[in-house]
């Protein structure tokens, strides 16, 4: 007794040259997942959410005297205008403001004193110099296991639509 099976192997080659195609030009792909990370970070950043999820630590009294509106890291919107750069098979994810570094990873104590005047005017105040207590780290960025999901998802996806255009 002999069995004989007889492989069409047109269609699975064709299926593997799409995902490769998908993996080779990670383009698109990477900018749908550009496009969900600055969302779900705005999201965040909106509530004052660090990307674990913890809330950022509130404003200090004599900060939210100053402040025209009353929500953190937000005064001008330059600080959390983010944005995301797909380059060849990267992505980059964050903000040109060179402030956010400091908000991120939180500052030691420091002194300001006045650059171009005799004194600093702050809350009603006029100092030659002030003690800072330092910043308070509030995470802007972060890669969290919620975001890992959505990439996963994201890339599932892409590799799904590649297969399904093979049918």
């Keep these: 007794?002999?069995?004989?099976?007889?492989?069409?192997?047109?269609?699975?080659?064709?299926?593997?040259?799409?995902?490769?195609?998908?993996?080779?030009?990670?383009?698109?792909?990477?900018?749908?997942?550009?496009?969900?990370?600055?969302?779900?970070?705005q999201e965040r950043h909106a509530q004052g959410l660090a990307p674990d999820g913890s809330p950022w630590k509130e404003l200090s009294p004599l900060t939210l005297q100053t402040k025209r509106k009353p929500r953190m890291l937000f005064d001008h919107g330059d600080l959390?205008?983010?944005q995301y750069q797909v380059e060849g098979d990267a992505l980059r994810l964050g903000t040109n403001d060179w402030k956010a570094v400091f908000h991120h990873f939180g500052t030691k104590p420091y002194t300001i004193t006045p650059k171009k005047a005799k004194a600093l005017k702050f809350a009603g105040m006029v100092r030659k110099r002030v003690n800072h207590p330092g910043l308070p780290a509030r995470p802007l960025v972060g890669f969290p296991t919620s975001d890992q999901q959505l990439a996963t998802d994201i890339i599932e996806d892409h590799l799904t639509a590649a297969l399904n255009r093979v049918r």
């Design 80 to 82: 959390l205008r983010f």
């Design 1 to 41: 007794m002999q069995f004989t099976i007889e492989f069409q192997t047109n269609h699975l080659v064709r299926a593997l040259e799409a995902v490769r195609l998908e993996i080779a030009t990670p383009q698109q792909m990477l900018g749908s997942l550009g496009e969900s990370l600055l969302r779900v970070n």
